[in-house]
């Protein structure tokens, strides 16, 4: 495992804890929402984030979840500021409303973490009748950014301080259904493969990414759009097949990352200072990493965006 070592050119490698690529970084006067933040890397990236200073947000489907990982977040870091929010990204009418509590406080927003998510779930709906994956994984999280989008920009100008938007990806981008996004067979039962249709939905994140920044940069505002994979880790996402949970069981230790480790890609890429004006880019295992040639079709990103946008729209109209 010698090759898990080595650095790369953040100075960072695979075996990198979240504590360790923040460490000295001073994060107070900023604050963050993190989405799934009551459980796995969600947790420890809001906990690492606190550590240093972030006033930290949770986006949490479960409130009662999320009221626990405060208190123990602030039973190990008294002076830490965490909050605790309910947010269902399988519901636009749940995003719309977090998002409109957020904005109605007079928050300011550097940094959101777009980090929720379901893992190979057996084919199923949402709220809003969109096939699941789809639905919390990347839909939820384009209505939540473009809906605080120009909060973000506000505190970025007035505070002159780079606003970044991290979506949490995964190298299962590389395995989507054969056209990527299945833009007109998406609640297609009899072709789901729940494997693939998990890729759609990371694949659709690195895309969503990319034409942010693509976007950010054109309007010439001072925030950044990135995507990472956290890596293979031992959490609550491997539940829907038993045979995953009995091998993290008897591997995991051996052959994949802890939860510290898992939320230090995504703790470099919202805090570190090396990062800063790096936008549509992805990472992995705390450096820059590469994508398919499908991750980097700028044309399906724009495709991708304007299907996102009226879905959006047919669902609550203009938000």
């Known amino acids: 495992m010698w090759f898990f070592r080595r650095k790369g050119p953040s100075g960072f490698s695979y075996y990198s804890t979240a504590e360790e690529v923040t460490d000295g ?47 123990a977040i602030n039973k190990e870091i008294p002076a830490a500021k965490v909050d605790a929010m309910e947010l269902d990204l399988s519901s636009m009418a749940s995003v719309k409303q977090f998002a409109s509590q957020f904005k109605s406080s007079g928050r300011p927003l550097n940094i959101l973490v777009n980090n929720a998510g379901v893992m190979a779930n057996p084919f199923g709906l949402s709220k809003d009748n969109i096939e699941l994956q789809f639905a919390t994984n990347h ?26 938007i991290v979506n949490v990806s995964s190298e299962a981008h590389r395995f989507p259904y054969r056209e990527g996004i299945r833009f007109d067979r998406l609640n297609d039962q009899e072709g789901y493969n729940r494997f693939t249709a998990y890729g759609q939905s990371k694949l659709a994140n690195i895309l969503h990414a990319n034409e942010l920044a693509r976007r950010l940069k054109e309007e010439g505002v001072d925030v950044t759009a990135n995507s990472l994979h956290p890596g293979t880790i031992a959490t609550n996402l491997f539940r829907h097949f038993s ?77």
């Open 139 to 164: 839909l939820g999280h384009f209505l939540l950014t473009n809906l605080l989008l120009d909060t973000i920009k506000k505190t970025a100008k007035k505070s002159k301080k780079e606003g970044r």
């Open 25 to 71: 970084i001073d994060g107070s006067g900023l604050t963050a929402i993190i989405t799934g933040a009551s459980s796995g890397i969600g947790t420890e990236t809001a906990r690492v984030l606190a550590l240093r200073g972030v006033h930290v947000v949770m986006g949490v489907r479960d409130l009662s979840a999320g009221n626990e990982v405060k208190k």
């Open 243 to 319: 045979f995953a949970n009995g091998l993290v069981g008897n591997l995991g230790k051996l052959v994949l990352k802890n939860v510290q480790q898992g939320a230090s890609t995504t703790c470099y890429v919202a805090l570190h200072p090396q990062v800063k004006g790096v936008s549509g880019e992805y990472f992995s295992d705390n450096n820059i990493a590469k994508t398919t040639s499908m991750a980097k079709d700028s044309d399906l990103s724009r495709r991708l965006w304007e299907f996102s946008t009226n879905m959006v729209k047919s669902k609550i109209g203009d938000s």
